[in-house]
């Protein structure tokens, strides 16, 4: 084979494949004579990829089949990045002539399916994926700025059609229909089940655990069989199912749910079987609705609905889905294509108003959302949901959403990849739709016509279809190449306040939110219940697996134990992630405050509930009197974290709603501050004893209250000027009879946090009533069993006649299910303006937890804005540096208003006259 031969039979390749075929040795060219063509010197190198948007997604674009064929029939070389969680495993496709290569760099070429992320796009390629971007959606601008950046010809699978039918040609068509029926029939057996009703469908599992779809064939017909013999729960009969839409999706649906015996059915017959719904026939089989838009709109102002004058003047009409058909309907099959300039399926006040209806709580009992248009045709189909947490639940009376399969509401079933639960039959369905393209890139025909009508863009440009986005990318911030259109943060812990962060980060849908801890099963239970969660092992004592996590993500979150953050802290400064943690700054946290500004990171401690916003609704107030050229005289602040007064009833007046340990031991502390021109001291011990009986800051609560450590260093934080206050005071609010109870406890050795400590009976509990006792405090992570004999009453000590258990979240010291805690936080400021007027400016904040859903209070006003200020740092909103607190104005007031419209708000009230002491407001 000449070399003139190569140059005259490669005219159709790019210019730097002709290089390389000129340049290629006298010697390498003649062995190529000899040698098979899946060997002859290369044209294009393709190269596919890994799919790494989520551990669900095990598809490949191109099967080791098509590889091989691809290679002997092109002589193209292919690069396979390798995958541990493919269908298809890495020796499959060695064996089919591909290289198994992790870096993809020298593809020309490069498929793949899901978006992706941009920091793994490699500069001037040409990628054939799934874009999510000729529509100009706004969650992937990120990414199509990207792709102009980074030089890359981007081809869309999506616009890989026909050019005269407009049929898209590249696709997984019925595979998500499948998919989405199998789940939506193992759905519905679950919930039928939890409403008390045994079904045939509760032996349906989702599509992932089936090995292919014969096996979900062979399921199928025992279903159907079951049905026949031994019928469907009568309560829910006749069970029909609706099918929207006719295109693939649909299609791919029908085809499981036909397998079941049935019988087809049309809207005008509905009312006629609703009537007849006791009939036999309808207890063995069940009824298939097939709708389209003549059947669910009609013209507002009547008329016949004619298909032309809707799709062109579509405000012309209206649905009567909820009228005609959602009131039959068992399980709605959605499949169809909406845009927003036609009406919807079915609004939320739509399903209200069924759901309202006692005769309804047996119909519109799940959806099958398979086209999983969020917001779209059903208004109220608000995420995509996950293949391991497929279902939530709506309920529109209430305006509820949640995942408890027993409490009312519709079940949705809204997975964005479907396909992937049956990875073998959807790749090979996909790579045979794609392989004709795949070998025309292989030959370097790029300007076939299909490929070249399905560009995005290419040389720095939008292709011509395209231009009007970009005025979609004017409007957005300028993006830093790089930076992944996807933030990503890693939440370190799975404690109390956990969920609540999670659930605050995961509304903006833009967000991978890992949660890891040393107690996996509680991180996967809360991961389950959002769609961008996931868990994984959290171990501090292994540095790779620790550095790995914190790599990988832009924010790390630390909701571990206080002493471990330093640690944490270390390893996200190594790698320039910025952190957040509700702990107070730590000496050890301190010291590395020049380390991370020199990294540009951000360690922001001090942001939950006290510390952090106590310090945000302060600063507000500082800055706006030292703006009004006021002077702060006084400053009086109360936090506390307690029970609701009406769930309060135990000796304590108090139940735990965060770590026991610190609220024990929180006894042991000494505290510092200032009142009347007088510092005073106490020392650790004394705490309890040197309580203030009486805190009338509400006249509903019967509070006393505690010095907070040390007040006085918050003078030199807030920037107040310690030497013209008369008054510097932080402190902890208790219901009444607290601190004298505690105090008991302190001085019978039971706060003692050495292990050694021993209970001498005789000479310190000598003065307890006569009786037997069983006193359980968690003290060194851990349950301390006292046995307090006979003994004297103690005037200090109220008889406790507690039935011994452990302290547990089912005892009477924690909150229990249906109880309630409360955050009650306030300051009092003393403000003297130039004028010579004196201000007492005050700042209350009052929030209880939710009993129904078993959110507290406390982890809500911690986790909520530890939540807020990771947002503040993802958005690039902090540009303060350093370990810090939120005591600047851009952090504290995008958080307050942030925090407001979260239902956490503080009310401000101010008034004129002398300034009111600690010592005279309250008896010490």
């Known amino acids: 084979m000449s070399l003139a031969y190569l140059i005259s039979s490669s005219r159709s390749l790019p210019r730097q494949h002709l290089r390389r075929l000129i340049n290629t040795s006298s010697k390498s060219l003649l062995a190529s004579q000899t040698t098979p063509l899946a060997h002859t010197p290369r044209g294009m190198v393709l190269g596919i990829r890994r799919e790494d948007k989520n551990r669900w997604e095990r598809r490949a674009a191109l099967t080791p089949d098509h590889v091989q064929r691809l290679i002997r029939e092109t002589g193209v070389q292919v690069l396979v990045q390798p995958s541990n969680t493919r269908i298809f495993n890495n020796s499959s496709f060695e064996k089919a002539g591909a290289i198994i290569e992790e870096d993809l760099s020298k593809a020309d070429v490069i498929l793949g399916i899901k978006e992706v992320p941009i920091d793994k796009l490699i500069s001037d390629k040409t990628y054939l994926v799934f874009s999510h971007?000729?529509?100009?959606?706004?969650?992937?601008?990120?990414?199509?700025?990207?792709?102009?950046?980074?030089?890359?010809?981007?081809?869309?699978?999506?616009?890989?059609?026909?050019?005269e039918s407009k049929?898209?040609?590249?696709?997984?068509?019925?595979?998500?229909?499948?998919?989405?029926?199998?789940?939506?029939?193992?759905?519905?057996?679950?919930?039928?089940?939890?409403?008390?009703?045994?079904?045939?469908?509760?032996?349906?599992?989702?599509?992932?655990?089936?090995?292919?779809?014969?096996?979900?064939?062979?399921?199928?017909?025992h279903v159907g069989n079951i049905i026949t013999d031994q019928g469907l729960p009568e309560a829910f009969a006749p069970m029909v199912f609706t099918f929207t839409g006719a295109g693939n999706v649909t299609q791919g649906a029908r085809d499981i749910f036909d397998k079941l015996p049935h019988d087809n059915v049309t809207v005008d017959e509905l009312p006629f079987i609703a009537?007849?719904?006791?009939?036999?026939?309808?207890?063995?089989?069940?009824?298939?609705?097939?709708?389209?838009?003549?059947?669910?709109?009609?013209?507002?102002?009547?008329?016949?609905?004619?298909?032309?004058?809707?799709?062109?003047?579509?405000?012309?009409?209206?649905?009567?889905?909820?009228e005609k058909i959602a009131p039959y309907t068992t399980m709605l099959v959605n499949g169809i294509y909406w845009e927003s300039k036609y009406p919807r399926l079915m609004t939320t006040q739509d399903l209200a108003k069924i759901q309202k209806q006692r005769e309804m709580r047996n119909r519109m009992l799940a959806?099958?959302?398979?086209?999983?248009?969020?917001?779209?045709?059903?208004?109220?189909?608000?995420?995509?949901s996950t293949i391991d947490s497929p279902f939530f639940?709506?309920?529109?009376?209430?305006?509820?959403?949640?995942?408890?399969?027993?409490?009312?509401?519709v079940q949705i079933n809204s997975i964005d990849n479907l396909p992937t639960e049956l990875p073998f039959e959807a790749s090979q369905h996909f790579?045979?739709?794609?392989?004709?393209?795949?070998?025309?890139?292989?030959?370097?025909?790029?300007?076939?016509?299909?490929?070249?009508?399905?560009?995005?863009?290419?040389?720095?440009?939008?292709?011509?279809?395209?231009?009007?986005?970009?005025?979609?990318?004017?409007?957005?911030?300028?993006?830093?190449?790089?930076?992944?259109?996807?933030?990503?943060?890693?939440?370190?812990?799975?404690?109390?306040?956990?969920?609540?962060?999670?659930?605050?980060?995961?509304?903006?849908?833009?967000?991978?939110?890992?949660?890891?801890?040393?107690?996996?099963?509680?991180?996967?239970?809360?991961?389950?219940?959002?769609?961008?969660?996931?868990?994984?092992?959290?171990?501090?004592?292994?540095?790779?697996?620790?550095?790995?996590?914190?790599?990988?993500?832009?924010?790390?979150?630390?909701?571990?134990?206080?002493?471990?953050?330093?640690?944490?802290?270390?390893?996200?400064?190594?790698?320039?992630?910025?952190?957040?943690?509700?702990?107070?700054?730590?000496?050890?946290?301190?010291?590395?405050?020049?380390?991370?500004?020199?990294?540009?990171?951000?360690?922001?401690?001090?942001?939950?509930?006290?510390?952090?916003?106590?310090?945000?609704?302060?600063?507000?107030?500082?800055?706006?009197?030292?703006?009004?050229?006021?002077?702060?005289?006084?400053?009086?602040?109360?936090?506390?974290?307690?029970?609701?007064?009406?769930?309060?009833?135990?000796?304590?007046?108090?139940?735990f709603s965060w770590s026991p340990r610190g609220v024990m031991t929180a006894?042991?502390?000494?505290?510092?501050?200032?009142?009347?021109?007088?510092?005073?001291?106490?020392?650790?011990?004394?705490?309890?004893?040197?309580?203030?009986?009486?805190?009338?800051?509400?006249?509903?609560?019967?509070?006393?209250?505690?010095?907070?450590?040390?007040?006085?260093?918050?003078?030199?934080?807030?920037?107040?000027?310690?030497?013209?206050?008369?008054?510097?005071?932080?402190?902890?609010?208790?219901?009444?009879?607290?601190?004298?109870?505690?105090?008991?406890?302190?001085?019978?050795?039971?706060?003692?946090?050495?292990?050694?400590?021993?209970?001498?009976?005789?000479?310190?509990?000598?003065f307890l009533a006569a009786g037997t006792w069983l006193l359980w405090c968690r003290v060194n992570g851990g349950y301390r069993r006292r046995h307090l004999a006979q003994a004297r009453a103690s005037p200090c000590m109220r008889p406790l006649p507690w039935t011994p258990y452990p302290l547990s979240c089912k005892s009477r010291l924690c909150t229990d299910q249906g109880e309630r805690d409360l955050v009650c936080l306030h300051h009092e400021f003393g403000i003297e303006h130039s004028s010579g007027q004196y201000e007492v400016r005050n700042s209350s904040l009052v929030v209880y937890g939710n009993a129904e859903s078993g959110v507290t209070a406390m982890a809500r006003t911690v986790g909520v804005p530890a939540a807020i200020a990771t947002r503040l740092l993802l958005e690039g909103k902090v540009t303060q540096r350093g370990t810090i607190r939120p005591t600047i104005p851009e952090i504290y007031n995008p958080l307050l208003e942030r925090l407001e419209k979260t239902g956490v708000v503080f009310n401000e009230h101010s008034r004129q006259g002398i300034h009111n002491s600690l010592q005279r407001r309250m008896a010490w």
């Open 133 to 163: 971007t000729h529509k100009g959606q706004s969650y992937n601008l990120s990414s199509l700025q990207a792709f102009l950046d980074k030089n890359l010809r981007v081809i869309d699978y999506e616009l890989m059609v026909d050019q």
């Open 167 to 221: 049929r898209r040609l590249v696709l997984f068509g019925k595979h998500a229909g499948y998919a989405g029926m199998i789940d939506g029939l193992h759905g519905l057996g679950q919930r039928l089940l939890a409403l008390g009703y045994n079904s045939p469908f509760i032996h349906m599992g989702q599509a992932h655990v089936y090995p292919n779809l014969e096996c979900v064939h062979t399921k199928l017909r």
């Open 275 to 322: 009537k007849d719904r006791y009939n036999d026939r309808y207890k063995n089989r069940l009824l298939a609705l097939q709708v389209g838009a003549q059947d669910y709109v009609e013209r507002i102002n009547g008329g016949k609905y004619v298909r032309d004058e809707y799709r062109e003047f579509p405000e012309r009409y209206r649905s009567v889905f909820a």
């Open 367 to 384: 959806i099958a959302d398979i086209s999983c248009d969020i917001g779209g045709s059903l208004e109220f189909m608000s995420h995509a």
């Open 393 to 409: 639940y709506v309920d529109a009376v209430n305006n509820i959403e949640h995942k408890d399969i027993e409490k009312p509401g």
């Open 431 to 655: 790579g045979d739709s794609l392989y004709p393209y795949a070998k025309a890139l292989a030959i370097g025909d790029l300007a076939h016509p299909v490929l070249k009508n399905a560009v995005i863009c290419e040389n720095g440009q939008l292709a011509a279809p395209h231009k009007h986005l970009e005025k979609l990318l004017q409007n957005k911030p300028q993006i830093r190449v790089g930076s992944d259109r996807r933030k990503r943060v890693l939440l370190a812990g799975s404690g109390m306040v956990s969920q609540p962060l999670v659930d605050y980060l995961a509304r903006s849908r833009d967000t991978d939110i890992t949660i890891a801890s040393n107690n996996l099963d509680e991180a996967r239970k809360l991961a389950h219940q959002f769609p961008d969660a996931s868990a994984t092992l959290l171990d501090l004592n292994d540095n790779t697996q620790l550095d790995r996590l914190v790599k990988d993500h832009d924010v790390l979150v630390s909701l571990v134990p206080a002493p471990l953050h330093p640690q944490l802290a270390d390893c996200a400064i190594r790698h320039g992630k910025h952190m957040v943690t509700a702990s107070y700054i730590s000496p050890e946290m301190q010291k590395l405050d020049e380390r991370a500004r020199a990294s540009n990171v951000t360690v922001l401690n001090e942001i939950g509930l006290d510390p952090g916003i106590d310090h945000c609704s302060a600063m507000k107030i500082i800055d706006e009197a030292k703006a009004a050229n006021g002077t702060v005289k006084s400053f009086i602040s109360w936090c506390g974290g307690l029970t609701a007064p009406e769930d309060s009833g135990n000796q304590l007046g108090y139940k």
């Open 667 to 766: 006894g042991l502390n000494a505290a510092k501050f200032k009142v009347n021109g007088q510092p005073k001291d106490i020392v650790s011990g004394d705490l309890f004893r040197s309580r203030f009986a009486n805190v009338p800051l509400l006249p509903g609560f019967a509070f006393e209250g505690l010095a907070n450590r040390d007040s006085l260093q918050y003078a030199d934080i807030y920037g107040l000027d310690l030497s013209k206050m008369d008054t510097m005071f932080r402190g902890t609010l208790r219901f009444q009879g607290y601190s004298e109870l505690l105090d008991c406890f302190l001085r019978l050795g039971l706060l003692d946090l050495s292990s050694s400590s021993q209970v001498d009976v005789e000479s310190r509990f000598a």
